[in-house]
């Protein structure tokens, strides 16, 4: 989003000074293709970040998720092996 924000001011910036001289039609593109240009890197490596962080939480998850999975059927073979799944309900 910081991105974003900070190529807005730039392009409403263009705006207002080109409004106040009367440039080529080449000056008035010059810096919006450069800023689009440096828009669109800087949101890609900000997406790149992005992606790279959420994959250290979903490998985190996987982790997690495998863990307590292996965990739930050791339990319940455990209690299975030693007959605790016999106990009556309500004793």
Known sequence: MKTIRRYQA????????S???????LDLLQPTLTSNRD????LLKDAKAA??????????AKWIGAGLY???WSLTLF???????DIPEGE
């Open 10 to 17: 730039l392009i409403a910036d263009v705006s207002i000074t």
């Open 19 to 25: 409004s106040l001289t009367s440039p080529t039609l």
């Open 39 to 42: 828009f669109s890197k800087d």
């Open 51 to 60: 992606r790279d962080h959420n994959e250290k939480y979903a490998q985190l």
């Open 70 to 72: 292996t965990l739930g």
């Open 79 to 85: 209690s299975r092996m030693f007959g605790l799944g």
